[in-house]
């Protein structure tokens, strides 16, 4: 139910106050009852599903200690992508959820240790997520070592948004991945004409502004910026 109000909440152009709708308090007081018994997948679609309700996060505060709890005791079982997709939910939400990020850390060392299994999706949302709560001063993290090697391996596999949220992640983070910065280039190049537009004009620009930020200077990424600008692409 949780990952399905997520989805719906992501689709609306006007979000919805979950506390107005109907079985809104029995709906809570089920949650509440079943903590313990969700598994990890479960707990991470109910977490990962917070960062798609906006404001309306809040709502849901009644559950939030259950579910720290029963997702502390569950995350030895975590896989990599349960603790990303977590991790992310929690960065989204941290505004209007400030009692989840208890589960900030603990989701990040699990994930570091299981980042031999994760995707290019998981390892872009996590350096973002990370980023985000450090830059943000919400919590005191570190990006683990193991996570930028993977970072360089997996970075063939992104898609257009996930270097986005990548590129975006090394700058909140402050974290001149010399090498990785160096792959980027030739990612892009290979598959920017498969790129929709939105891709080129919401990606793009984050990729030309990460290498500015680190002052590095390739000529790869700035020829493929002038001809998408050239082609009238508006950034």
């Not at 991790?87 to 505004?95: D, E, F, T």
């Not at 299994?117 to 683990?144: C, F, H, I, P, Y």
Request: aromatic share 8%; net charge neutral; with cysteine.
């Amino acid at each position: 139910a949780f990952y399905n109000l997520g989805k719906h909440s992501a689709s609306m152009s006007q979000p919805v106050d979950f506390a107005k709708t109907p079985g809104y308090i029995s709906f809570l007081q089920k949650v509440k009852g079943l903590c313990l018994e969700y598994d990890p997948r479960q707990l991470s679609n109910i977490l990962g599903a917070f960062g798609h309700l906006h404001e309306h996060v809040a709502s849901f505060s009644d559950v939030f200690s259950d579910l720290v709890d029963a997702t502390l005791h569950k995350l030895p079982s975590f896989s990599a992508w349960d603790a990303a997709n977590a991790l992310w939910g929690i960065a989204k939400a941290r505004k209007d959820a400030p009692q989840l990020l208890a589960l900030a850390d603990p989701l990040a060392q699990r994930f570091a240790e299981r980042v031999a299994e994760a995707t290019a999706q998981g390892v872009s949302n996590v350096v973002w997520a990370v980023g985000v709560l450090r830059s943000e001063g919400d919590v005191a993290l570190k990006l683990d070592s193991a996570v930028m090697p993977a970072a360089r391996r997996l970075i063939n596999q992104t898609t257009p948004q996930e270097v986005a949220i990548m590129c975006t992640g090394l700058v909140l983070l402050d974290a001149q991945d010399t090498e990785l910065l160096g792959l980027v280039p030739g990612h892009v190049s290979r598959t920017v004409q498969r790129w929709s537009r939105q891709d080129v004009n919401m990606a793009l620009p984050v990729v030309v502004w990460a290498h500015a930020r680190f002052g590095v200077k390739n000529t790869e990424i700035l020829q493929i910026a002038e001809e998408h600008v050239q082609r009238g692409l508006r950034f």
